[in-house]
């Protein structure tokens, strides 16, 4: 197994970066190529006191900003870190790729180096939901596409249902559509032109309609919405946790599991290959946190568990 990382992509990176490696190998005997500036990456790892015969530094001399336009950084940076990690990707030198950068150029990087699955319309991107009885929900789209046609969220609902049953291992997943009522027929022309083609849909269990105050409590596992509302959603969650926080209730079995840190980075779903896009703002446990998900989904074959089912619809 062979995963890549971009060390460079992150506020913190690549000291952070560097750290989460470092915690990750500590119980992990795959390989790990670490993509960036190679003196300044050696001399943090002989720092730090890490070697091993899992640990691989690929060097990158340049690096992407955030606030670079994604697709002509891309162009006109062939040598940066996330170009450079698309390529060992596209070529099979790595098995998943994952940075805590710029979500434009990771994103961009998806959908034209490695490409969508064969019938996937669009990919998405999901972000976990702490339930309030202890599990763990899932919410998609949260970004990705911000304006959405009822076939795109029928797929997301099925993208969402392989995700929660084959990562999440939830073993029978229910969907719902986020909606602002709980009957057929309500909502904006978008929610009533999906609800029954997710009620038609033989693939997963769908159960209706779902409101907001049903995001932590247990009536859905997978919600399903436009990206336009589910990053509202995800940035109002960070926002409540950093309020909670401040409470210093951080700490507390319920509001500490909004942590971006315990679950380190969200995959694009529907692309050829695993690609995980981290938080900018990713620490140490984020980055390990991130090596273990691609660990997962490299273990299960979860892109290719998406194709299979693609191909039979």
């Known amino acids: 197994m062979n995963i890549g990382i971009d060390m460079m992509g992150g506020d913190f990176a690549p000291l952070e970066a560097v750290k989460g490696v470092q915690q990750y190998l500590s119980n992990s005997e795959h390989n790990i190529f670490c993509i960036g500036e190679e003196t300044q990456l050696n001399e943090l790892f002989q720092q730090h006191g890490i070697s091993s015969p899992f640990l691989h530094v690929v060097h990158a001399s340049e690096v992407i900003g955030y606030h670079e336009h994604p697709t002509k950084a891309l162009k006109e940076k062939p040598n940066s870190s996330i170009a450079i990690g698309f390529g060992l990707l596209a070529t099979g030198k790595i098995d998943a790729f994952l940075s805590a950068g710029n979500t434009g ?8 180096s490695i490409r969508p ?23 998609v789209d949260v970004g ?22 084959h990562i999440l291992n939830i073993e029978q997943p229910t969907v719902g559509l986020l909606n602002v009522g709980e009957e057929e ?3 904006n022309l978008l929610a009533q032109a999906t609800y029954p083609l997710l009620k038609e849909n033989t693939a997963i269990d769908f159960i209706g309609n779902v409101e ?27 926002a409540m946790y950093e309020a909670a926080a401040h409470q210093n209730l951080g700490n507390d079995s319920f509001f500490g599991r909004f942590h971006f840190e315990n ?51």
């Open 105 to 112: 150029a990771m994103l961009v990087g998806a959908m034209f």
């Open 117 to 139: 699955i064969k019938g996937v319309l669009r990919p998405t991107i999901a972000t976990l939901l702490p339930k309030l009885n202890g599990k763990t929900g899932l919410l």
């Open 144 to 165: 990705l596409n911000a304006d959405c046609k009822p076939e795109q969220l029928n797929q997301f609902g099925l993208l969402g249902n392989l995700y929660a049953k």
């Open 212 to 238: 907001g105050r049903d995001l932590f409590n247990d009536k859905a596992d997978v919600i399903v919405c436009d990206g336009f509302t589910g990053n509202i959603i995800l940035k109002t969650a960070e």
């Open 185 to 187: 027929g309500k909502g």
């Open 263 to 313: 679950y380190g980075g969200t995959p694009v779903l529907g692309v050829n290959k695993p690609v995980i896009i981290g938080h900018g703002i990713s620490n140490a446990k984020a980055f390990k946190n991130m090596i273990l998900l691609a660990e997962k989904m490299i273990e299960t074959k979860f892109c290719d568990i998406i194709t299979s089912n693609f191909e039979n619809l």
